[in-house]
């Protein structure tokens, strides 16, 4: 077999390996070991690579980004900060109707602009506005649903651990794909929100809501949430200015939260012990897939398939627009049955060279911006998509009571308008750059 | 029989040693060997790991050649690493072929593992910098960013405020105020869009320029060993003082070109006279100490190695 | 004997929370390594310093961490997979696949930890340090080292425990898993 076949039934027989139930990471890693053997024609390459790979894989400056932001996580959960948040939010949409639903995504969003990551904030927040949402009459199907899409909130609003993964892959600049993260996150809040608007509106008693608070009590309440504001400005600012690296901007978060769960008296040895263990299976888990993926990338370049691939699709003159579609639908049908990290890795090493020698009228640092959000947007439409949607597992094993079809059926709305947003963006890309040309 | 040989490098493939020095050096190889040595060249790290790794890829076999900078891995070059003393060589060129002379006498048993295609340099690296640096005192307290241990020494010793940072972070760090100025050579400019971040560029009067780096393009031992005897005289006839001189000019056109740059830019670029070189020359005179007793600690002879470097490099003028 | 409150369980799920904790504790280090040399960089102009080579710092640190945690999180069952498939499957057969899949990570560990001593090795007989602070990279392979014996070691626990479960014909008890 040539090399060039080789890599193509590579990525099939992850799938395979996938859909077996072996661990995502350990089967990239596997194919792209025994595929590097099989062109070698000899396991010594493939064996003396591994006597730095994995070291070299973890011991990387520019992931540092990733624990930090878990970390930082962790300690913003003990901070207790998503009640607040909520509180604030409450205070302002509580007595619309559908206000407790709509305070739900205005926390989430908040909770994401201190949050790199999805199930994190769907955890938070759910614990604080799932036992609010039932106290004040909203069904099992909408609660459940809102939280979970909230909950994406987490990583569309910077900081995102994906984003960071994503700008290491490809090599772009973690600061201005955050920049460009911005408006498209605001967007998804808004249009869950009007989501939530049309909702209790057509299903009539759906929802109560809460008494109308005095401005002065919404202020106060919207003020208590200052240090949430303090660390997103210190973090997101200090990227932004050039004063930190994304990994001195993570540690200076994950110190701001945890000075902020210091003085909410949260933080004794079971805490950080217990924040310790949830940062090493959450890291673990993505630097196993990280690590798979430089195995199969490695085999992937040996066998020359993404380089043949990205020739190829040059000299068709396909309408890039085309291609734009066809690669979005299949991320949208894997994004359903898979996790979003190891799609990103999956899939990124292959088609971001075959994007980019597409003409969209772009350069290649925007291309790569805007590219890079859409991509993040549609997996992250994988974390709320039935049936395999992270989030709405976890959301839905903290709504006892909630069967799982009522949970995938209130979600559905909140994906209609992710559809809705991501053609947006897709069809506007001054819609991601705009804030990224304004500020660089 | 037909052989393909795997390169692997860590620049993208459009910058100047790739571009203009590898991809040249293969296209030749191949035409020499009527098409019977094929190569596939991977820039960017494309066959994975880290670029400290480069090294041990051709020497273990990962792949068959590699260019890298010896620096990476500092302490693995040790009696090499004399050319990355302040004020050694002239310009890429005339370092190049000192550097590969003085490795074959003297430091040959540090690249033992691999079949040596080339060794070379860099031209002599400088200051560019937001605030003119005209005396050394100009140097007092800025932030400047280093690449090697050897160079962040040499900035402490001045009176800089050394930074370590990778290369592809220069152009964030000047444009963000993180760093006050950067020492590379005029080769890298251009890509790192330094001389529009930037408007004053320092270089001395001297024989010699303030730095260099040096560079391996190495080949695995087996990789080479397998090659019948005829490719194996293509290879060879490829390889050794020359290439290394080649890989050392084109680094200097790369320099010229990004000085050129920098002047229809408008940009000062200053020339220190002799008197004030001295200075800098003398001021760097302890970080040349400090190796030496280093060396001394390692049981290796530096001043005797010193000296041949010097010799190598006044052999070339 | 491969239950986790075994006696044997009790050592290997200790041994891991261990490693675990020992690397969170050097990211919590690590950030406040970062912090203090920001203040340094800050406030340069009052005397202070960066923290020399605060790169390298954080990249030995990593080195360290994710070697370490990998062991918790194999034993808690924290990697992703996709079980839309094999849920259809049925107890048995999952239990089985779970056993595969076992040993498939037992010999990914293993073969990782046997390069990672040829790497370190390698690193002792070169002398290759840090480029700024001169740190031997043979002690960072060592620290990263650790990790991946104790993840070699409790792979082996890890088969058994599902191994056990099969042959009874029992689902393994669900575990912890991760958040990302
Ligand atoms: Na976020
Ligand atoms: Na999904």
Redesign the pocket.
């Known amino acids: 077999m040539t090399p060039l076949m080789l890599g193509f039934l590579g990525l099939p027989l992850v799938l395979v390996l996938i859909f077996l139930r072996v661990p995502i990471g350990l089967a990239m890693l596997g194919v792209g070991v025994f595929g590097s053997w099989l062109i070698t024609g000899s396991f010594n390459p493939v064996s003396a690579q591994f006597k730095n790979l994995t070291y070299s894989t973890y011991a990387s400056y520019s992931l540092s980004v990733v624990p930090l932001f878990l970390l930082m996580g962790q300690f913003a959960t003990l901070g207790g900060l998503s009640s607040g948040l909520f509180n604030a939010a409450a205070a302002w949409l509580g007595h619309k109707r559908g206000g407790v639903a709509m305070a739900a995504i205005g926390a989430s969003a908040g909770f994401g602009a201190i949050c790199g990551s999805s199930l994190a904030t769907a955890a938070t927040m759910g614990q604080v506005a799932l036992p609010e949402l039932k106290k004040y009459g909203y069904s099992g199907a909408l609660s459940t649903g809102t939280v979970a899409a909230g909950g994406t909130l987490g990583i569309l609003i910077p900081p995102s651990i994906i984003l960071v993964i994503f700008a290491v892959l490809t090599e772009q600049n973690i600061a201005k794909l955050f920049m460009g993260a911005f408006v498209p996150g605001i967007l998804a809040a808004i249009g869950y929100i009007i989501v939530i608007m049309l909702y209790v509106r057509m299903v009539p008693g759906s929802g109560g809501v809460r008494e109308r608070l005095p401005y002065g009590r919404r202020f106060r309440e919207l003020a208590k949430t200052w240090p949430v504001l303090a660390v997103f400005v210190a973090v997101i600012g200090g990227i932004y200015a050039g004063i930190f690296t994304p990994t001195e901007a993570a540690a200076v978060g994950a110190a701001g939260t945890f000075l902020i769960a210091l003085a909410a008296r949260s933080l004794d040895r079971k805490s950080i012990v217990q924040a310790c263990l949830a940062t090493a299976s959450a890291t673990a888990m993505i630097f196993l897939i990280v690590l798979g993926a430089a195995a199969l990338n490695s085999f992937l370049a040996l066998s020359q398939v993404p380089q043949v691939l990205a020739a190829w699709v040059g000299e068709q003159g396909f309408n890039p627009w085309i291609v734009m579609i066809l690669v979005l639908i299949f991320y949208l049908v894997m ?4 996790d979003s990290l190891s799609m990103i890795l999956l899939t990124v090493p292959i088609i971001f060279p075959m994007m980019s020698v597409l003409d969209f009228g772009l350069t290649p640092d925007e291309f790569g911006i805007w590219f890079g959000i859409i991509v993040l947007i549609v997996v992250e ?9 992270m989030n ?1 597992f976890i959301i839905n094993s903290m709504a006892p009571g909630t069967r799982l079809s009522d949970t995938y059926r209130g979600v559905l709305p909140f994906v209609a308008s992710d559809m809705v947003r991501t053609a947006i963006l897709v069809a506007f890309p001054p819609v991601t750059l705009w804030l990224v040309w304004m500020l660089y | 029989q037909e052989v393909t040989l795997r390169i692997h490098q860590m620049l993208p493939a459009q910058a100047t040693i790739p571009a203009q020095a590898i991809e040249p050096w293969a296209a030749k190889v191949s035409d020499e060997s009527d098409g019977r040595i094929k190569f596939e060249l991977y820039p960017a790290m494309q066959l994975g790991g880290a670029p400290p790794e480069l090294f041990d890829q051709a020497k273990d076999g990962v792949v068959d050649i590699i260019w890298t900078v010896l620096g990476y891995t500092p302490g693995r070059f040790p009696k090499s690493e004399v050319f990355e003393l302040p004020f050694m060589i002239p310009n890429g060129e005339v370092g190049s072929a000192a550097f590969y002379n003085y490795v074959q006498e003297n430091s040959a048993d540090e690249f033992a593992g691999v079949h040596v295609i080339a060794l070379h340099t860099h031209g002599p690296g400088l200051f560019h910098s937001k605030e003119p640096v005209t005396s050394l005192e100009d140097l007092n307290g800025m932030k400047v960013r280093g690449g090697s241990r050897i160079i962040s020494d040499m900035l402490a010793e001045l009176g800089a405020e050394p930074i370590g940072m990778p290369v592809p972070q220069v152009t964030e760090a000047l444009s963000k105020g993180v760093i006050d100025a950067t020492t590379i050579p005029w080769e890298v400019t251009p890509s790192l869009r330094v001389a529009e971040l930037v408007q004053n560029h320092t270089g001395f009067t001297s024989q010699y320029g303030l730095y260099t780096q040096t560079f391996g393009f190495v080949m695995n031992m087996d990789s080479y060993n397998n090659l019948p005897d005829d490719l194996k005289a293509v290879i060879d006839a490829n390889s050794g003082l020359e290439t290394s001189r080649m890989f050392g000019r084109v680094m200097d056109n790369g320099d010229a070109t990004g000085l050129s740059i920098a002047v229809n830019a408008g940009n000062n670029v200053v020339q220190l006279d002799e008197a004030e070189t001295a200075r800098w020359i003398e001021a760097a005179g302890p970080v040349v100490d400090r190796w030496l007793a280093d060396m001394d600690g390692q049981g290796i002879d530096g001043q005797s190695l010193l000296d041949a470097a010097r010799a190598a490099v006044a052999a070339e003028m | 004997m491969f239950r986790d409150e075994s006696l044997l369980g009790r050592f290997i799920v200790g041994m891991a929370r261990l490693m675990a904790i020992a690397g969170g504790l050097v990211l919590l280090a690590m950030v406040g390594m970062i912090v203090v040399s920001i203040i340094g960089r800050a406030l340069l102009f009052v005397g202070l310093k960066p923290i020399t080579g605060d790169y390298e710092l954080v990249s030995i640190g990593m080195g360290f961490a994710i070697f370490a945690f990998m062991p918790w999180a194999h034993l808690t069952r924290s990697h992703a997979l996709v079980a839309l498939v094999t849920d259809s499957f049925g107890l048995r057969v999952n239990s089985w696949i779970l056993v595969i899949t076992d040993i498939m990570m037992l010999a990914a560990s293993w073969f990782i930890a046997w390069r990672l001593y040829f790497g370190m090795m390698d690193k002792f007989a070169y002398r290759e340090t840090t480029l700024l602070l001169r740190f031997p990279l043979s002690w960072a392979y060592a620290m990263a080292f650790v990790g991946a014996v104790v993840m070699a070691v409790v792979a082996v626990y890890v088969l058994g425990r599902s191994l056990s479960y099969a042959i009874k014909g029992e689902a393994e008890p669900k575990q912890a898993g991760a958040e990302v």
């Open positions: 994004g359903c049955v898979m439409v994988g974390l709320i998509t039935p049936p395999v949607g709405l």
